[in-house]
């Protein structure tokens, strides 16, 4: 418990971190006020008949909270601790206050957790909430279980984020990478243009935990489409610890 405690006061130390878990809780019902307008006039002509995803599908854009916060936590590691010692970096201290890696693994794993995981609530509740307030009778309460596989899709895209980190040993091609495919252009979706395979990849897959209408070429259940993700990211958090293990300082 201590060393989860050092984790997450190190992590909520970062200014970085911070800038995630603004970003993250703030999007998404920015959005959903920005888009009023357009969606009250969507139902009203009928282009709009099945609001059951409303405030749902908004959670998609404040993604970015988590992946910066997925990245940080590991990338701050590598990061050089100053000008004056250009070749130090944080992991130094890290590992001689905890030689055992795996135990810093897991410490770091929980603080990531705990932290989204927080932060996926308090968006949710908020986002779904003012959906309701601004649609009304248009916007259903979803159910819990859609509400909390939201949460946890977006804990796993954080954990995905911290893999691909563990794995490149570098904060900005994974949090690129990511952004780029959440919001710029999806290579997982244009994928699924070329084969159905593609419907299985993490971030497709994971969608269809909570949401129910979509251009999903293959319909996966809530439940399989959460093994598939949770899957995918066990595996890639496999080969990270791994060579996290394996590496010099």
Same mark, same amino acid.
């Given at each position: 418990?201590?060393?989860? &405690?050092?984790? %997450?006061?190190?992590?909520?130390?970062?200014?970085?971190?911070?800038?995630?878990?603004?970003?993250?809780?703030? !999007?998404?019902?920015?959005?959903?006020? %920005?888009?009023?307008?357009?969606?009250? &006039?969507? +139902?009203?002509?009928?282009?709009?008949?099945?609001?059951?995803?409303?405030?749902?599908?908004?959670?998609?854009?404040?993604?970015?909270?988590?992946?910066? %916060?997925?990245? +940080?936590?590991?990338?701050?590691?590598?990061?050089?601790?100053? /000008?004056?010692?250009?070749?130090?970096? /944080?992991?130094?201290?890290?590992?001689?206050?905890?030689?055992?890696? %795996?135990?810093?693994?897991?410490?770091?794993?929980?603080?990531?957790?705990?932290?989204?995981?927080?932060?996926?609530?308090?968006?949710?509740?908020?986002? !779904?909430?003012?959906?309701?307030?601004?649609?009304?009778?248009?916007?259903?309460?979803?159910?819990?279980?859609?509400?909390?596989?939201?949460?946890?899709?977006?804990?796993?895209?954080?954990?995905?984020?911290?893999?691909?980190?563990? !794995?490149? &040993?570098?904060? +900005?091609?994974?949090?690129?990478?990511?952004?780029?495919?959440?919001?710029?252009?999806?290579?997982?979706?244009?994928?699924?243009?070329?084969?159905?395979?593609?419907?299985?990849? $993490?971030? +497709?897959?994971?969608? /269809?935990? @909570?949401?129910?209408?979509?251009?999903?070429?293959?319909?996966? $259940?809530?439940?399989?489409?959460?093994?598939?993700?949770?899957?995918?990211?066990?595996?890639?958090?496999?080969?990270?610890?791994?060579? @996290?293990?394996?590496?010099?300082?």
């Amino acid at each position: 418990m201590s060393v989860i &405690r050092a984790e %997450l006061r190190k992590l909520l130390g970062l200014p970085t971190a911070w800038v995630g878990l603004v970003l993250g809780t703030l !999007i998404a019902p920015v959005v959903v006020l %920005l888009n009023a307008p357009y969606t009250r &006039r969507a +139902i009203a002509a009928g282009t709009l008949t099945d609001t059951s995803d409303l405030g749902l599908r908004d959670l998609g854009i404040g993604l970015i909270g988590p992946m910066v %916060l997925g990245v +940080i936590v590991v990338s701050s590691e590598y990061t050089s601790t100053g /000008q004056d010692a250009p070749g130090a970096r /944080q992991l130094t201290a890290t590992l001689a206050a905890v030689p055992d890696r %795996l135990r810093l693994l897991l410490a770091k794993t929980t603080a990531l957790v705990l932290v989204v995981a927080a932060q996926a609530a308090v968006t949710a509740a908020a986002t !779904i909430t003012l959906t309701q307030v601004l649609h009304g009778a248009h916007a259903p309460a979803p159910a819990p279980a859609r509400v909390a596989a939201a949460i946890l899709y977006w804990t796993l895209t954080a954990l995905l984020a911290y893999a691909l980190t563990l !794995i490149t &040993r570098n904060g +900005i091609v994974p949090l690129t990478l990511l952004i780029i495919n959440s919001s710029v252009v999806s290579v997982s979706y244009l994928l699924t243009k070329v084969t159905d395979l593609a419907a299985y990849l $993490p971030d +497709i897959a994971g969608t /269809q935990m @909570f949401l129910r209408s979509g251009d999903f070429p293959v319909e996966i $259940p809530p439940v399989t489409a959460g093994l598939v993700m949770t899957a995918w990211v066990l595996a890639l958090l496999a080969v990270g610890a791994v060579l @996290f293990h394996r590496r010099d300082v």
